[in-house]
């Protein structure tokens, strides 16, 4: 499977476009474009790649990886996949951007088309992705986990070093350091993990460096 990722918005999210070289059906994961110039550079390596958008997925539904949804459904006729337990949070979006005071018009809430639970598959053409969920960072939250390549899209769950915050809507702490330790530390070692934010990192290199992570 293609990967490339792009980072967008205030928050420095990191948004993903997963594609079958065979067949270039293509998923964009996370889209949190912000503005004309960021949705037209998505949009080029789309183009220039020659990718079908046959999938809208979202790790969870906290609103700077949901800002593009509405723009990548209305471009590409794809409908957000997410996990139901974060449809309050798609519905609130409007809330979610007032509660940050981002400088945009009043975003449509979104809304899930596909449920995504624990152990779906998602196919790309010759190429799939497992879905993982782990809730803590949200009750929703999923990782996308592609294990003939070996990596895995973490969302705000796992980290270079890191886990994602619990203090906003939906967290739980003890809930999370259990979805880490139980869904993601217990991956083969060497399995990439690409984040909602920052550099990529391996389950490898967490276990034994992330001090979040040690003897919980």
Not at 48 to 76: E, F, M, P, Q
Not at 98 to 121: E, G, K, Q, W
Not at 154 to 164: K, V
Not at 195 to 200: F, N, Q, T, V, Y
Request: proline share 6%.
């Amino acid at each position: 499977m293609k990967l490339a990722r792009f980072e967008f918005n205030f928050f420095g999210v990191n948004t993903y476009v997963a594609w079958c070289s065979d067949t270039h059906e293509a998923a964009i994961i996370d889209p949190g474009m912000m503005s004309a110039a960021e949705q037209q550079r998505l949009d080029e390596y789309i183009r220039s790649n020659d990718l079908k958008i046959t999938h809208l997925l979202n790790t969870h539904l906290h609103i700077d990886h949901a800002l593009g949804n509405g723009y990548i459904s209305d471009r590409y006729s794809v409908d957000t996949e997410a996990h139901t337990a974060d449809a309050g949070l798609g519905v609130s979006i409007a809330e979610q951007a007032a509660m940050f005071h981002l400088p945009i018009a009043t975003p449509a809430p979104v809304t899930i088309s596909t449920p995504l639970s624990d152990n779906d598959r998602i196919t790309l053409g010759n190429e799939y992705f497992d879905v993982i969920h782990i809730p803590g960072h949200t009750q929703g939250s999923v990782a996308f986990y592609n294990p003939t390549d070996g990596f895995l899209m973490s969302g705000d769950a796992l980290f270079h070093e890191s886990i994602g915050r619990t203090d906003l809507p939906g967290g739980n702490h003890t809930q999370l350091l259990t979805s880490i330790n139980t869904r993601l530390l217990t991956l083969p070692p060497q399995t990439i993990v690409y984040p909602g934010h920052g550099p990529e990192t391996n389950v490898e290199h967490e276990t034994k460096y992330n001090p979040w992570l040690k003897k919980h």
